[in-house]
Antibody, heavy 119, light 111 residues
């Protein structure tokens, strides 16, 4: 079955970077893309950006431009999200989700990765 | 402040019908971009309920339906059940922002 499995929880200090992985299985990796979505405690969903599984083309949310990098490794069917210069308001549950293109429905979601930023 | 506006909460008794609105603008829903709806049960990842304005993935009961008119979209749930108690989010693309936008979410309470 189609599945996205994310890496484990992270605790980081302000100013540090975090890298979250999302390993895909059960479908042809290059036929789809990934959106990354985060959810701060008790808050709604915030779209962070999208990356193509075919050619690595990216589309980042304006708010995170300059701090965010998304990559893929087609040899291991894994997507990565790196966020730099972490602040306390980056504390959230981070999800990867599979989609066809930017704006397409997110039809399969990872289990989420908790990132806590605290001094 | 979300680009797509949803009511913070709605409620209904079992068996009733409820609707959740999602109001956007001429740069997103009003521009014709697809609207998708997600259900998020407590402590779980969101799950797609409606895609492409009014399509249900396999496995989603036909009690759930979506519609769109102008800059707004709606999710309707008929025959309300206790297990429908969850947060619901709308999702679309915004041509001005050149990115995806979510509604702020609506908490559905089944009385």
């Amino acid at each position: 079955q189609v599945q996205l499995v994310q890496s484990g929880a992270e605790v980081k200090k302000p100013g540090a970077s975090v890298r979250v992985s999302c390993k895909a299985s059960g479908y042809r990796f290059s036929n789809y893309g990934f959106s990354w979505v985060r959810q701060a405690p008790g808050q709604g969903l915030e779209w962070m950006g999208w990356i193509s599984g075919y050619n690595g083309r990216v589309n980042y949310a304006q708010k995170l431009q300059g701090r965010l990098t998304m990559t893929t490794d087609t040899s291991t069917s894994t997507a990565y999200m790196e966020l730099r210069s972490l602040r306390s308001d980056d504390t959230a549950l981070y999800y990867c989700a599979k989609d066809k293109n930017v704006g397409s429905a997110l039809d399969v979601w990872g289990q989420g990765t908790t990132v806590t930023v605290s001094s | 402040q979300s680009v797509l506006t949803q009511p913070p909460s709605v409620s209904g008794a079992p068996g009733q019908r409820v609707t959740i609105s999602c109001t956007g603008s001429s740069s997103n829903i009003g521009a014709g971009y697809d609207v998708h709806w997600y259900q998020q049960l407590p402590r779980t990842a969101p799950k797609v309920l409606i895609y492409g304005d009014n399509n249900r993935p396999s496995g989603v009961p036909d009690r759930f339906s979506g519609s769109k008119s102008g800059p707004s979209a709606s999710l309707a749930i008929t025959g309300l059940q206790a297990e429908d108690e969850a947060d619901y989010y709308c999702h679309s693309y915004d041509g001005s922002l050149r990115g995806v936008v979510f509604g702020g979410g609506t908490k559905l309470t089944v009385l």
